[in-house]
């Protein structure tokens, strides 16, 4: 009598099989058709204990700094120690570096920056024609060149503060290598897109109080 209790309240095997069967089908059609919507909200602390990789990561405008930076740095190093040995007059050493650091700019630093972003147009901010097309290719140059003569009257101006503290003359205190130059010429680049901005500002605000 207790074997026949005990088979009487145990399922069959096949209708076990069934349910599972049912159970693992549920799983896999909530796993597909989850979306924003029908899924649970989850805390960002939550999030990122889960991804991998470091907890510290760098943040995106050291990552954009150090890009524009280097191919300016790059750039020094290629054109002006590579083709000083070569041209010997600066005004021609000056034009060749000033179209190679537009040309740069307009084929590699803005894509760089575009493939970088989060967002479609996150990163515009920090490039002073954000637009691809063919005027970029221009405009990128002709703003090269005078980022280039900024960077070039720095240099200039603090050898002659240097000339007229000690008196001397015909010496070189500070001359051009690509660290300092890409740094210098990153700092005039963030002051004119600054400028600009601050202009765009200005005018868009104007334009409002016309409306």
Known sequence: MGKRKNNQYQKPE?????????????AVEDLVTADESNSPQVSEEELRAYRSGPRRKIPGWVKILFVKFWFAAATCFFFIWGLSGYLADLLD???????????????????????????????????????????????????????????????????LVCLWITGTENVIFLGVEPVLFGLFYLGFDLLFIQIKRRIAGHLQAAMRGVV
Do not use: H
Not at 18 to 25: C, M, Q
Not at 111 to 121: A, S
């Open 14 to 26: 096949t209708d076990r099989q069934s349910e599972y069967y049912k159970l693992n089908t549920k």
């Open 93 to 159: 050493l000056l034009f060749v570096t000033g179209m190679a650091l537009g040309i740069v700019t307009d084929l590699l630093t803005n894509p760089v920056l575009r493939f970088c972003e989060k967002t479609p147009g996150g990163n515009a901010r920090w490039m002073m024609i954000p637009k691809k097309g063919y005027i970029s290719f221009p405009l990128n140059i002709l703003y090269a060149y005078v980022v280039l003569f900024m960077v070039f009257m720095l240099y200039n101006g603090i050898n």
